[in-house]
Structures are given as C-alpha cells and as structure tokens.
C-alpha cells in the first residue's frame, strides 16, 4: 500500500465532519481489508490499515439535495473510479442529470434481477417475457 489514506466517494456535498458523518465505518472497512490481507498472506499490508486517514474526494457531480441515490452513485463510482484522484475522472453522470441517473437505474436493475445469482432470476425473466406479450403477471 502506497498510501495510508482511505478515498472516501460521497456524491452529497455537505459540511459534516467525515468522523460525524461517517462514525466507525471506516474503522469497519479497515477490519474488513485487514481481515482479506491476512486470509490471502498479505498479512504485512494490514499494518497500513490500523488507523485509516479519511479524505473525502471533491467531485463536480456532487449535490445537496440528492439523497435517494446513496446506491446508484455507489454502483456508478465503483465501475469508474481507478484510485487516482478527482483530476481526470469523469464518471459520465454531470450534476442534476436525471435522464442519465433514470437509464443507470433501468440498467442497474436489470443487471441485478438477471443475474445468475439471482435466484428469482427465472421467475423475473419469465414475467418480462409475460409483460412483453400483453398478459398479466401473477404477483
């Protein structure tokens, strides 16, 4: 580990302290990579973990107001951030934009209601196609 900082990716701009708003969940993370690092012999590179520094990334996309979303940017900053700061990262959502947030979330969706771990994934594969015919789908 190069650095002893965990990134933290919050898509609500606010001016909590992050050990206010965060309390022990970075203490949680840090057992959780602790716990990985040791399983897999990496046990040395736990030791950067024992008192995580928080820096909360300021990107531009950042809202006040959005707060129903917490899952979507989550998703979303999982599948484009690399680790390398704000500067040229571009998750491919601007602020406010609701038509791009609405099709993450029709792809997300779908994504997860047919995934092969899914164990309903049959039964929701089997009222698309009902829905798709015009017929009524049990509940």
């Known amino acids: 580990m190069k650095k002893q900082i965990v990134e933290v990716l919050d898509n609500v701009v606010d001016q909590m302290r992050l050990d206010e708003k965060y309390g022990e969940m970075s203490y949680t993370l840090r057992d959780m990579f602790v716990d990985y690092f040791t399983e897999v012999g990496l046990d040395n590179d736990s030791n950067t973990f024992y008192k995580p520094n928080l820096k909360r990334l300021t990107m531009n996309w950042r809202e006040a107001n959005n707060v129903h979303d917490y899952g979507l940017w989550s998703m ?24 791009e947030l609405s099709a993450l979330r029709v792809r997300y969706c779908a994504v997860l209601i047919t995934s092969d771990v899914n164990e309903m994934k049959d039964k929701n594969l089997d009222e698309v196609k009902s829905f798709a015919k015009g017929k009524n789908i049990k509940k």
Not at 79 to 90: A, L, R, S
């Open 76 to 99: 979303r900053h999982m599948e484009t951030y690399m680790g390398k700061g704000v500067k040229g990262w571009d998750c491919g959502v601007k602020k406010g934009d609701a038509k």
